[in-house]
């Protein structure tokens, strides 16, 4: 393999098979109606298992996790301005020598 350069194996971008055989056995599992009816019984007597939600998250792809950091935008304008104030003094700072 050159140094930095990419000689062989898939190209970028090109699915993983094995994700996608995975990915279309578990649809082919949550879409049947004998698991729609089980599910529903699960769901209504409070007793669906984790590997339920790790089926859909194969089946139809798992939601974007995010999370909302309050105060997160203040933070990083104060620490900007400091930044900027050390590298940058005003005219009221010298630079130290």
């Given at each position: 393999?050159?140094?930095?350069?990419?000689?062989?194996?898939?190209?970028?971008?090109?699915?993983?098979?094995?994700?996608?055989?995975?990915?279309?056995?578990?649809?082919?599992?949550?879409?049947?109606?004998?698991?729609?009816?089980?599910?529903?019984?699960?769901?209504?007597?409070?007793?669906?298992?984790?590997?339920?939600?790790?089926?859909?998250?194969?089946?139809?792809?798992?939601?974007?996790?995010?999370?909302?950091t309050p105060g997160i935008a203040d933070l990083a304008a104060a620490l900007s301005r400091k930044v900027v104030d050390e590298l940058h003094p005003g005219p009221t700072k010298s630079p130290?020598?």
């Amino acid at each position: 393999m050159a140094k930095g350069k990419k000689t062989g194996g898939r190209i970028a971008g090109t699915p993983n098979k094995v994700t996608r055989e995975i990915r279309e056995a578990a649809k082919a599992l949550l879409e049947t109606p004998a698991y729609q009816a089980s599910l529903k019984k699960r769901l209504v007597s409070g007793k669906a298992p984790h590997m339920e939600t790790l089926l859909h998250y194969y089946g139809y792809g798992k939601p974007k996790d995010t999370f909302d950091t309050p105060g997160i935008a203040d933070l990083a304008a104060a620490l900007s301005r400091k930044v900027v104030d050390e590298l940058h003094p005003g005219p009221t700072k010298s630079p130290s020598v």
